[in-house]
């Protein structure tokens, strides 16, 4: 049984490109959330997509957006790339959204570095 | 808002037990979750518990939760340097929301 799959695993970017990151979530999983998690620090939530829609996000500037297909695998895009965005980003997946104890499992993550 | 608290980093010998704390603020979280993380590699689930309950045991390791003080603490029996990660307390608020994170708790283990 597959986990979480996330690609690419390292990436290097300029400041003003964009980049896009993608997950493919645990097998029987529909629900996927994206964590920003910079050095040292916890992670941070930024959306979160089911049934191909984001249902929630966090405090996360508009340069950040996502889409979900319709296999429930997803991607992450960041436009306009400023060094701050450097940080380890995070794929979870879970089985449903609104369970009450539903658990997330977490992908190895993308290390995304702006230079 | 909400926010979770832990101590930065704790360090215990082989063999010992170790307790990771954790303090949060909101009273209506429901489910409080421990994640294991080591180096370079993403999160792994290790317990949770849901906040009607005291404590949950699972092989070696012990969850506690004081919902009164709002703590929760993680005890890992017989200590392994495999055990050696950063330990990040989480805490969901409600149905289908976001996991909110810690810090870490940087746990070292010498032989």
Redesign the interface.
Known sequence: DAGVTQSPTHLIKTRGQQVTLRCSPKSGHDTVSWYQQALGQGPQFIFQYYEEEERQRGNFPDRFSGHQFPNYSSELNVNALLLGDSALYLCASSSRQGAWGETQYFGPGTRLLVL | GED?EQSLFLSVREGDSSVINCTYTDSSS??L?W?KQEPG?????LT?I?SNMDMKQDQRLTVLLNKKDKHLSLRIADTQTGDSAIY?C?EKYQ??????????TTLSVSS
Do not use: E, H, M, S
């Open positions: 979770v429901t489910y979750y994640y590699a993403g999160l792994q689930l949770y849901f990040f989480a149905a289908g929301t976001a996991l909110i994170f810690g810090k870490g």
